[in-house]
């Protein structure tokens, strides 16, 4: 190697050292996913000795560019809500219908017939529902024909018991109409009783659609999260439409049975509290809102900015108003963000501890927004649909993780024994919402470089230099987990494929996942681990990641899973990779929540809308209110 050969190499290796101690995005990743050809997980391997070294591939000519594969993030989903059927009871085998009567228990089975009702009624009733639901109703009908909701041609205390609770539904964060349905009053026309039956087939058949959504929405949520993005990762489907029918048919009292659907949790019952605490009373409220996901950068003609300056001349100190009355005057009606109002919000944006970049965005408008009633009783309704995501017990020990909060806490015995700041995936890495169990926690970690960085970011520095892994501590191993000389792999066939061999950094001060990791394996690969960029936890806004969880204590947490104290962790650090189980595994939460009770007091906390779920949660809220109650408006007129 030559003289400038050397010193070439030694100032890249100085520089990529450099860059991994101050955690530039490219070499601060933190989502674990060790191969480059497919989703499985490789382990910690044993290095082998390096096969011989071959010659390194010629570099490609730039008149032949290489096609490179590159790995994108999941987006957010033009949200589907359920689409609503007629519970059609024509494809019903009457033979069949027979035989299931005939071979049931005798002292269960009670015919409609004794209770005014025929089967031939029920058949003709016209009411919409959701598919799950509406085959539940039909085969509980056909095969049991027994009313749960009417005695003889009247409704029965059940039936009045169970409407209640659903008028009741907005103390618990639903909206009533969703289940409403019209009791047949107790006086009828005893001359007329072919109306009569009409009416009660009509209302039978309604009131168990709406208790079964009752049950769905409380037990699973209103909202399906797996639908609104790629970063949602949840249970669905865990209430069983055709079960609940059963139990609501059998239960002396079916209010109390649908009520025990709801999350069973302190933090659900706190955000219940405090969404009654808050009242309806919006008369306060500003008039000027700014419309929501509102962006407006200099040079950019947008009809909110007229909003902006209207809410700069309500809520801005006097000496700030007092130094640009002529500019909000002058753009009291513009749409054009110009450099003299650019400046007044630069201005604005010191005045309020931000950034002065100049652009409206998030922060600019939250600070001139502030909370108002209406936007905080809508991020408590979406805290308690994001809880109905999770299991309804959280037990009594676990972690749970707050991205917008940028937290996480240690549970034990239901009360928190440790909290500690984090940072989080930032907006184009965002982090999953999703909940996993516990498993290791691992000393002295290698890092397994995701897919995702390799081949979007290490790449074009991989084809332009050979020697650029081994320089910056890098090691390359292929299927079967054995460590190869990056100079025998043919990278343009990597780039090209996307796979093939994986990479990692080997354990070290400077590695990028610090002393240690905690994992609960997931396909996403994220985890909770150290980092050697302690400066970002001083940071208000801590989404900066690649999407894990770094941990500003992360000893204390480790100790915290395991069971034991922070001194006992003292014998696994060093130079080698330890993998240590926890023995009493616990759940972790990765969460997302912009409204959430104080551990200690209860209070409501609100955070910023990071990732702008909120936005996307509010448009599948409205696109399910118009499938619903649009129908069901419909169905009334009928």
């Known amino acids: 190697m030559n003289s400038y050969s050397k010193k070439h190499a030694i100032f890249v290796a100085a520089m990529l050292s450099a860059t991994a101690i101050s955690m530039s995005p490219a070499l601060a990743a933190d989502n674990l996913m060790d191969f480059l050809f497919g989703s499985r997980r490789v382990q910690a391997q044993p290095v082998y000795p390096p096969r011989p070294v071959v010659p390194a591939q010629p570099s490609v000519s730039r008149s032949t560019p290489i096609k490179r594969v590159t790995v994108t993030a999941p987006k957010n989903y033009d949200y589907k809500p359920d689409a609503l059927v007629r519970i059609d009871f024509s494809k019903i085998d009457s033979q069949l219908t027979a035989s299931a009567n005939h071979n049931s228990d005798s002292a269960t089975q009670i015919p409609l017939e004794q209770f005014g009702l025929k089967i031939e009624q029920i058949k003709e009733a016209h009411v919409l529902a959701e598919k799950d639901i509406a085959d539940a109703v039909v085969s509980y009908y056909a095969t049991k024909q027994q009313p749960i909701w009417t005695s003889s041609y009247d409704v029965s205390a059940k039936a009045k018991a169970v409407a209640a609770l659903f008028n009741a539904a907005g103390e618990e964060g639903l909206d009533p109409k969703d289940y409403a349905v019209k009791l047949p009053s107790d006086a009828y026309d005893r001359a007329d009783i072919p109306a009569r039956l009409k009416e009660l087939a009509d209302f039978e058949l309604t009131m168990s659609a709406r208790a079964l959504r009752y049950a769905m929405d409380q037990g ?33 009292d079916a209010a109390a049975l649908l009520k025990g659907f709801e999350p069973q949790s302190k933090w659900y019952t706190e955000l219940k509290q405090n969404l009654h605490a808050l009242g309806g009373d919006v008369g306060s409220e500003p008039v000027v809102r700014i419309a929501t996901g ?38 009291e009606n513009a749409t054009v963000y110009d450099q003299s109002l650019v ?43 994001r809880l109905r995501w999770l299991p309804h017990d959280f037990g009594k020990r676990y972690v749970f993780i707050n991205q917008p909060a940028f937290r996480a806490q240690y549970f034990d015995d ?48 991989i084809l332009a230099n050979p020697s650029y892994l081994e320089n910056s501590g890098y090691e390359v191993y292929d299927k079967s987990g054995r460590v190869i000389p990056s100079s025998s792999v043919d990278w343009s066939q990597v780039a090209s494929s996307g796979g093939g061999v994986g990479i990692r950094q080997k354990p070290s001060l400077d590695n990028a996942l610090g002393e240690l990791k905690i994992l609960f394996p997931n396909s996403h690969d994220i985890y909770m681990h150290d980092t050697p960029a302690k400066s970002y936890f001083k940071k208000d806004m801590r989404a900066l990641s690649h999407g894990c969880i770094r941990l500003e204590r992360p000893r204390d947490m480790a100790a915290a899973v395991l069971g034991v104290p922070v001194e006992e962790l003292n014998q696994y650090f060093g130079k080698n990779e330890k993998s240590v189980r926890v023995k009493d595994q616990l759940p972790v939460y990765v969460s997302y929540f912009t409204a959430w009770p104080d551990a200690k007091t209860g209070a409501i906390q609100y955070f910023d809308d990071v990732y702008q ?26």
């Open 220 to 252: 699973d949520g209103r909202i399906n999260p797996n639908r609104l993005s790629g970063f949602h990762d949840l249970a669905v489907d865990r209430v069983k439409p055709r079960a609940v029918i059963e139990q609501l048919a059998s239960s002396n």
């Open 294 to 331: 509102t962006m407006i950068r200099p040079g950019e003609d947008n009809p909110e900015l007229r909003n902006v300056v209207a809410l700069i001349k309500a809520k801005a100190p006097k000496d700030f108003l007092a130094k640009h009355e002529a500019v909000l005057q002058a753009h």
């Open 343 to 385: 400046e007044a919000i630069k201005d604005f944006q010191t005045s309020q501890g931000k950034k002065p970049d100049g652009v409206i965005g998030r922060g600019t408008i939250s600070s001139l927004q502030g909370e108002t009633n209406s936007s905080k009783r809508d991020r408590i309704l979406y805290s308690m649909e």
């Open 414 to 461: 239901s009360t928190e024994k440790l909290a500690m700041n984090i940072v989080v995936g930032s907006p184009t890495n965002q982090t999953y919402f999703f909940d996993d169990t516990i498993e290791t926690v691992v000393f002295n970690p290698s890092w397994g470089v995701p897919r995702s960085i390799i081949l979007n970011e290490m790449m074009p520095k």
């Open 613 to 638: 779920r909120d936005l996307y949660m509010e448009k599948a809220i409205v696109k399910t209110t118009a499938v619903r109650q649009a129908v069901s408006n419909q169905t009334a007129q009928l």
